[in-house]
């Protein structure tokens, strides 16, 4: 039995949970009838949440939470803390609690990185800053710890002992300690502080230099939880090949990979030629009908390409709306004035109705077994009037549920 809206190029994210239904005397139940319906995908479908309002939700929100179940959270130091001891704990926890109030998953972005360090570590010495920093990340990942699950722990490491474009007191760090030894201070503190959160190491440097580090990284014995590929495509959509080729090649470490910056414009491309970004500055950038019918195009073609290699464990959209997008680039899924592009619905298309098991009527067999065939995530199962939370896991499998006690005498003297 095949999950609905499976094509053939997902078929291996297709998982069978053979349930075998017993009653309070441990005997099968044969010819019990049941429905089946999907709540959540164990991939992360997830997006960029800075601007939403989830205790309260508004339409942005709103659109936001009919899309993703998976946010990630700004943790930029010197916005989080731009002053030192002051930070935004309070308004970040309301977010979070929030979001997770709706049954969204959280990672934090990210606990350190040399873009974005407070101006106010220039002042210190190393050794003063090595603290700070241990201490920032002790403070953020406790403090949010049973709620944020996962962490950007440390953030574009490639770049970190050269960059160049601002004096950044964890640049200098670096080039004093070595790079490896800046990336083991952020993952070694924040593990001490909740070693039940998993630690990505992320970058936008999809080239062997990062593979480079990641070596690194093993030799030196640092433990990585995921790899975080940034995948802005501003200049263009790599590709259906590009993107497997390097989903490929990150898969030879052997770590959950995640797609975790993600964008497609539906305006005209930045220039080929730019090699930063950040150097493309102009003063409108606007989407085009011709255009966003072309990112609808491409987010299919990505997304599609993405869940169709299983060592991906998943992918963020970095913006929902345009309004205030990164580099003010028409690359967000709802126009500047909030109404969705073609691209929102056949993202939508996708996650909430072909990639999604919206009800499956069935009957366990003479063994009393229910085969379950589904994307691996959480779901409802109605058992006569009863309702069960089961999970599909990733590779499938046997479980045994017993009814409870009162079901089960029901349906024995029913006998």
């Not at 990585?224 to 263009?236: E, K, P, R, V, W």
């Not at 126009?335 to 098991?357: I, M, T």
């Not at 549920?401 to 024995?412: E, G, K, Q, V, W």
Request: aromatic letters at 8%; proline letters at 6%; one cysteine or more.
């Amino acid at each position: 039995m095949a999950a609905p809206g499976a094509g053939d190029a997902l078929r291996e994210r297709i998982e069978t949970l053979e349930l075998r239904i017993v009653d309070d005397y441990g005997e099968a139940v044969p010819g019990l009838d049941a429905h089946l319906a999907q709540t959540r995908h164990a991939f992360g479908f997830g997006c960029s949440a800075f601007e939403l309002s989830p205790e309260e939700p508004d339409e942005h929100t709103r659109r936001w939470l009919d899309l993703f179940d998976t946010a990630t959270l700004p943790f930029y130091w010197r916005w989080f803390e731009p002053e030192p001891g002051v930070p935004d704990t309070a308004r970040l926890r309301r977010l979070a609690e929030g979001l997770a109030g709706h049954g969204v998953r959280l990672k934090g972005h990210p606990l350190l990185w040399h873009t974005l360090a407070p101006a106010w570590l220039l002042e210190r010495t190393d050794a003063e800053v090595e603290e700070l920093i241990r201490r920032r990340i002790t403070r953020e990942v406790s403090d949010f710890a049973g709620l944020v699950g996962q962490w950007d722990a440390i953030n574009e490491t490639t770049i970190l002992p050269v960059f160049a474009a601002e004096e950044n007191a964890v640049t200098r760090l670096a080039r004093a300690r070595g790079r490896v030894e800046v990336i083991r201070l952020a993952f070694e503190t924040a593990r001490a502080a909740d070693p039940a959160a998993r630690l990505v190491l992320n970058d936008f440097d999809l080239t062997p230099a990062f593979e480079e580090v990641i070596e690194e990284c093993f030799e030196a014995g640092v433990q990585i939880d995921a790899l975080g590929l940034q995948t802005h495509m501003h200049q263009g959509y790599r590709g259906e090949e590009q993107v497997a080729e390097i989903i490929e090649r990150f898969s030879r470490f052997g770590l959950p990979l995640q797609l975790t910056e993600t964008t497609l414009v539906s305006g005209e491309l930045m220039p080929a030629h730019i090699e930063d970004l950040n150097d493309h500055v102009v003063d409108s950038w606007p989407s085009t009908p011709e255009r966003e019918e072309r990112q609808a195009d491409e987010l299919v073609r990505h997304y599609t390409t993405v869940l169709a290699q299983p060592a991906v464990e998943s992918l963020t959209y970095w913006g929902l709306g345009d309004a205030g997008a990164w580099l003010g680039a028409p690359a967000g899924l709802l126009r500047a004035d909030g109404s969705p592009k073609p691209g929102y619905h056949a993202l939508r298309q996708l996650l909430r109705e072909d990639w999604w098991v919206q009800g499956q009527d069935l009957r366990s067999d003479a063994q009393g077994v229910l085969t379950l065939c589904g994307f691996a995530g959480d779901y409802t199962l109605e058992l006569e009037g009863e309702s069960f939370e089961i999970t599909i896991p990733r590779g499938g499998g046997r479980q045994e549920l017993r009814r409870p006690r009162t079901a089960a005498r029901s349906r024995r003297t029913a006998r």
